[in-house]
């Protein structure tokens, strides 16, 4: 029988009443425990293989595993829903389609053998071979995803693993291996600006054999998602994007691996693909050991991509681009960036760029890409790159031009071996000796220049202990403390101001800012996008010395809620600045 019960959930100091229907004592399958509930319930299901394809119909509960109750991850793959069971065209093992929003939980499942939903269109696709949502935005999380499938009809399938259209589905701590389809063989995202945390997405596969078969793991036509503290690695691609595809969309990537995805015997970009008017923001990701035909680590084609504090790293291509191949109109901003070690068996180790494309490199590191740094097409387009304190291997003489395009080789660039110290989890960290430490751009002010290096250390360290706090060249802060553990007094020589993280990180709808001041002194406090933009100003008044809080919920400046995605918190005082960032997932 339904029972009351009062349940402690992931750690959070907040009891919750909710009716349990346990599964299968009152009832004997899945869906019957989610047809005899109501909003607020939960579906507690014990370990077990459940033969189904279940749909939430609507309903703002939760369906979980003993993994809700026990926080025991053992239970995640003890407790199978297996989608084989099918009829004709419902064979996804989860089904949202009635606008179910973040209130409608998945979590703690295995989910296998999936065939995906059945749609009756002109392509008359499979979609969704583990789950599959359409105007719908369920939070799925603790699951593991694998072996389902997403084939047939004119164009074959999509999301072998989740789907989602017109959706802002939120996908956290959840493993998506061994799923297949034609597009996206992990997941798709169509028109849908899904946030996507702490998942690895592996071993996945597209090969439609027609057509285009695109993105590997990830594949996202007019979207714009959010990912962040994943991994996405050994997934392939028949023609484009073997890690990750993105056509007209505009995603965030922040703190990623994307590692050992591949293009196979087909085209572009063997680590990333972005094509067709993309805006991407990339954050503390390492792009390794990636390989394509064009473009091993990424590929850029009409589209922009801006890289900071990231890695790109023993990516290989067999005809151009190695690491980065910029195309069709392409521009990317990279700052404080290394581009090392990756191979073309013909043009461009590290970059490759034609047709109109250009780049613009600050603080960076260029070192040993075969067989040059940077290459120009001799006749494709007119290419141009503008590069300022960075460390380029050959100097000018390591960028071909082909004398088709403008080099811009501007102030504090070097010709030096970074000296990295080639071992350990990271190789491109700097030597005590390097020539990169403290020689990146003296002009720290704004939001140009992230406050953080890749491992989340201090920027701006006075490394060669010289008494100046200089930025260095490339994704890491030589000798730096981590950013939480700061000594002001040490980097800025100044009374100490604290801006302390926000709690809780990530958060929705609200989180609350602490920050600590040591006199009086005015104080500004403003949020902004991760691109630098204004969002609002939480605080603009004279404070007294002592400790302060605020709340931000989400709004900006005309009380409007902002979307998913990484957000900046400055603090402002007469003297000093400090900055921090935050994730909102909706």
């Known amino acids: 029988m339904k029972i009351p019960l009062i349940i402690f959930i992931f750690f959070i100091p907040l009891l919750l009443i909710s009716t349990i229907i ?42 979980a595993s003993l993994y809700l109750t026990t926080q025991d991850t053992t239970y995640i793959s003890q407790t199978f829903i297996d989608g084989s069971q099918a009829n ?19 979590n703690g499942f295995s989910l296998v053998n999936g065939e995906g939903f059945y749609e009756w269109n002109y392509y008359n696709q499979r979609r969704g071979g583990g789950i599959f949502c359409n105007s719908a935005s369920p939070h799925l999380l603790n699951l593991i995803i694998s072996d389902n499938t997403a084939v047939g009809g004119y164009a074959g399938g999509s999301g072998g693993g989740i789907y989602c259209k017109n959706s802002t589905a939120q996908i956290e701590t959840t493993t998506l291996i061994n799923n297949y389809a034609a597009f996206g063989g992990g997941i798709t995202c169509d028109s849908a600006n899904v946030t996507i945390y702490d998942c690895t997405i592996t071993q996945n596969e597209v090969d439609g054999g027609h057509f285009h078969s695109d993105g590997g793991g990830i594949y996202c036509i007019n979207s714009n998602p959010m990912i962040i503290n994943s991994t996405i690695s050994y997934n392939s691609a028949a023609s484009m994007g073997g890690g990750l595809y993105f056509y007209t969309s505009s995603p965030i990537l922040t703190d990623l691996i994307v590692s050992y995805n591949s293009t196979l015997d087909g085209w572009f970009g063997g680590g990333i693909c972005f094509q067709s008017l993309c805006n991407s923001y990339i954050e503390n990701v390492i792009i390794k050991f990636n390989e394509s035909i064009k473009g091993g680590g990424i590929c850029s084609s009409g589209s922009s991509c801006d890289f900071i504090n990231s890695i790109i790293t023993g990516n290989y291509s067999s005809y151009k681009a190695g690491g980065i191949w910029l195309n069709n109109n392409s521009s990317s901003n990279l700052i ?176 609350n800012i602490s920050y600590q001041l040591p006199e009086k002194s005015k104080v500004n406090i403003s949020i902004y996008n991760i691109k630098g933009q204004f969002i609002k100003t939480l605080v603009d008044e004279m404070k007294s010395a002592g400790e302060y809080s605020i709340i931000w919920n989400g709004v900006d ?29 909706k």
Not at 88 to 106: K, M, P, Q
Not at 377 to 400: K, L, M, P, Q, W
């Open 88 to 106: 004709t065209d419902f064979g996804s093992c989860a089904t949202f389609t009635s606008n179910e929003d973040i209130n409608s939980v998945l």
């Open 336 to 511: 404080n960036t290394t581009i090392s070690d990756n191979i073309s068996d013909n043009y461009g180790g590290g970059m490759f760029l034609e047709y109109d494309s250009n780049a613009e490199f600050i603080d960076c590191v260029l070192w040993n890409d075969m067989p040059e740094e940077i290459y120009f097409h001799a006749t494709h387009g007119y290419n141009s790159i503008s590069i300022t304190y960075s460390d380029i291997d050959g100097g000018e003489s390591g960028i071909i031009t082909n004398n088709n395009g403008t080099l811009n080789w501007l102030e504090g660039n070097l010709d030096d071996d970074p000296l990295f110290i080639n071992t350990g989890d990271h190789p491109y960290s700097l030597q005590d000796l390097s020539p990169c430490i403290d020689t990146g751009n003296p002009d720290t002010l704004g939001l140009d220049l992230p406050p953080w290096d890749i491992i989340g250390n201090q920027r701006i360290w006075d490394g060669d202990g010289d008494g100046i706090a200089i930025i260095d060249m490339g994704a890491y802060e030589f000798d730096a403390p981590p950013y939480d553990e700061i000594d002001e007094d040490i980097i800025l020589h100044t009374p100490v101001v604290h801006l302390y993280q926000n709690h809780p990180n990530p958060f929705n709808p609200a989180t």
């Open 22 to 63: 346990n599964v299968p004592d009152d009832f004997t399958t899945i869906q019957e425990g989610i047809d005899n509930s109501v909003d607020g319930d939960t579906v507690l299901v014990q370990p077990s293989t459940y033969f189904e394809n279940i749909n939430f119909n609507g309903k703002a509960i939760t369906v």
């Open 557 to 585: 400046q005309s009380n409007k809620n902002v979307p998913s995605g990484i957000y900046l918190y400055r603090l402002k005082t007469k003297d000093d600045s400090k900055i921090r960032k935050m994730a909102l997932l």
